[in-house]
């Protein structure tokens, strides 16, 4: 027998019928053959309620017999009771539903189903997010810690989760749950792994770094990065990336061998490593070196050369993956205002064994190698290189005498690129019919035109910016949009009437594009004109 719980003027504007909710409660208090229909329809009214409505139910209702309700094998009967839980819970204050719901949530954490099991952390992790300062009872803690040993990929995601929202000094206080976590990271290395995972999280602070380490949590962190199961090292080493670019972080993996240790696994050519397998392994190895550099270059450059040895060698002669992996590493690199100044040191020539007369510093060295792959015919690299030129020779915002510092440094560093780089990667690139390779070209020339070294040099190739004036109705978007900023660029230039020709400057000035977006009706304009 269901119950009849569609509100009375069918809109989820109602007014809340408390009647019927009691009804509802008190027949799943003591019916037991209809449970699965009436919570269904109590479901559906919940979901017809307004937000300020269903809070009001949620207080009403005793969610003790919805937990109990769980008590059952029928799949479709604990499915809709976690959908139940999932909307209440949801919207309850979570001191209120901890303290009120504490003991049914740590038995529905315990149940045999692994989609309760999900439900109910899932639940927790965001009233965690809401508000970690409510007050967790020790077995429902011990009891989410359990949940990181199950064999279900949702459960145990969902257990870490939740245990990040944990306060870490308070958690690692606590004797219990500092004994379970020792225990289960004794059980099995993955097991080991989504402990570190939230113990990383935790390690925001060199207080709470120094109290993992005192407890012996990460005694088995070296041994780790050296498992000969390489998924659970790629998995560690990438974990460990937040932790390293601190400060603080960095030391303390240094002075435990991690740092060490990654280096020797870096490898222009890992296949001459003696582990095949960490061939899969360099990649995630380089870019974590490459990340402690975004915010430690010049110590990275001085006492871990090999990261920008590896770079170099594998722009010069590495396969197709690897050459892709190093050209993003130095995008990333070339990012950041403090690398491209702090790596400007002309000892890289000796650091890298560069083969030139001239002395150059790290970005030279780069740039010319990335204009040698810009200009080849390898189509699936080009992109990639090409914006890694362009960031090395990008100017960003900044105080006007680092700017205007800047500008002379991105200036030296496009001097490297040889044959015509107008010619042969700009327009070569906005002319092919490969979108990624298109943008790429017209994304260097806005960088171009943003500089007056690089104005310059489009005033000795004008005909580059006929592709530029041209209104190509195939364009796409994209494309048209870069169009429109080189444009907007040099016409609002300060420096772009002293670079470019009076020729030239006549031509950005009426150009159709820029003039008919400054003379474009609005539209609302459109609309009145039409009517008339």
Known sequence: MSVDLTPVDGNNTSTLDTNLIAYAMRKLSIDNTNVTEILTDCHIYLTKLNRCDLLKAANLIDLNIIFDCLNTTVQTQIEISCALLQKLLSILQPKHAFNKYSTSIEHAIHHPNDTVKSTILSELEKMLANDNNVDIQ????CSIVDCLTSSDMTVSYNAVRCLKRFQSDETLSSSPILSKLQTIMAMDPKIRTRVYDILIHWAKSVDALALISSKGLFTNLVKDITYPDVMMQMVTIQMLIPLSITEYGFDYLNSIGIISGLYRLLSSNPKELEDPLIVILNPI????????TQVRPLFIFTTYPKVFVVLYEVLKEGDDSLVGVAINAITTLASSWECKMLL???S???????DGDDELDIWSIFIIELNRIATSTKTELKPGAIQAITKIIQVEKGELSSRN???????KWYKQLTNNPLKNIVHASCIVPFL????????????LAEQPWGQEEINKCST????VFEECPKDPIAIKDLKKMIIKTLLESNTSKHTLSEELLFRIQNNDVIKSNEHAPQPDVLVENMSI
């Open 464 to 467: 580059l910016l006929d592709l």
């Open 344 to 346: 400007d040191n002309p």
């Open 138 to 141: 020790m077995d429902l803690a």
């Open 348 to 354: 890289a020539s000796m650091i890298l064994n560069y």
């Open 436 to 447: 990624n390779i298109q943008q790429a070209g017209y994304e260097m020339l806005q960088t």
């Open 285 to 292: 190895v380089l870019e974590f070196f490459i990340k402690v």
């Open 405 to 411: 510092d800047m500008i002379e440094r991105t200036k």
